[in-house]
């Protein structure tokens, strides 16, 4: 990795193998969002985002130093930081109104879809299916689920898939954390005005604040950091597969964290959509 003799963050994740950093970024984030779910009765889903974007972008500015550069991959940043805010303040409305493991299964439909997108194979259409039973599964009479949640998981789930297709176009043009500092940086800019609007002066409150920060670390600067340096060492193709456990980890997460329990019916869709993904992206185009 170029330059990773710079910062001792940059010379860490060298070190681990790109399986590891995956899977270690899909435990943090949903340790975090079980963790940011917590606040949202103070500061509200937006003040929530809007604090972990902001005080992961101080953190990310702090550690890489980044210098704006003027070209092409400015815009690569500045796209990046939009989908962030976005995605974000998406989930966190959905994770407001339906269980943790419920919205991530729901917002997983964005990286599948990026994992079939352009196919004409039949096995492909079968993985869809499977899929969309299982979301049909998870929001029918059994889910009870609110359907404000579920749209704004859809809506999560295609910025979610955009994430990944610039996550590795930002990889491919960066060697270090400088450009998901600035990116961050925008998408704390994007969420202010939501967070302002949703909690107020409560977003000043020390209390708040602290958990603000560990939410970001968890939830934004671990996981996207190794994602990022994940997807520079291995083909977007892996990385779908290793991000399939993510709907399951959610699950268990807010299961010991939150106490949300899933019924059988909506575990039996969890599952669905796992399997789903884990065969779509094993069956994937070397290019997809």
Avoid at 197 to 226: C, E, H, N, R, W
Wanted: proline fraction near 5%; glycine fraction near 10%.
């Amino acid at each position: 990795m170029a330059h990773a003799d710079r910062l001792p963050a940059a010379r860490l994740m060298g070190g681990i193998p790109p399986t590891a950093l995956v899977l270690l970024g899909i435990v943090s984030v949903q340790v975090g969002a079980a963790f940011a779910k917590q606040l949202f009765t103070v500061a509200g889903s937006a003040g929530t985002v809007t604090l972990r974007l902001v005080m992961a972008a101080l953190i990310l500015v702090a550690i890489w130093r980044p210098r704006i550069r003027f070209d092409r991959t400015l815009i690569t940043v500045a796209v990046y930081g939009a989908v962030l805010a976005a995605m974000n303040l998406f989930f966190y409305a959905a994770l407001a109104r339906i269980p943790l493991g419920a919205a991530v299964t729901i917002e997983f439909l964005g990286p599948l879809a990026v994992a079939v997108a352009g196919s004409r194979r039949w096995l492909d259409g079968v993985w869809v299916l499977l899929a969309g039973a299982g979301v049909v599964l998870l929001t029918g009479f059994q889910g009870g689920l609110l359907w404000t949640g579920v749209l704004f998981a859809l809506a999560a789930g295609a910025c979610w898939a955009g994430y990944i297709l610039v996550t590795a176009k930002l990889g491919s043009q960066t060697s270090d954390g400088q450009g998901l500092a600035l990116a961050m940086v925008v998408g704390a800019v994007i969420a202010l005005p939501f967070g302002i609007t949703s909690a107020g002066t409560a977003m000043l409150d020390p209390l708040i604040l602290a958990a603000g920060f560990a939410v970001a670390l968890m939830s934004s600067v671990i996981p996207y950091s190794l994602e990022l340096e994940a997807l520079r060492r291995m083909p977007p193709r892996v990385f779908g597969i290793l991000m399939s456990m993510e709907p399951v980890v959610a699950a268990i997460a807010g299961l010991l964290l939150l106490g949300e329990q899933l019924k059988p019916a909506q575990w039996v869709a969890v599952c669905c959509v796992v399997i789903a993904s884990i065969g779509a992206t094993r069956t994937a185009k070397p290019d997809v």
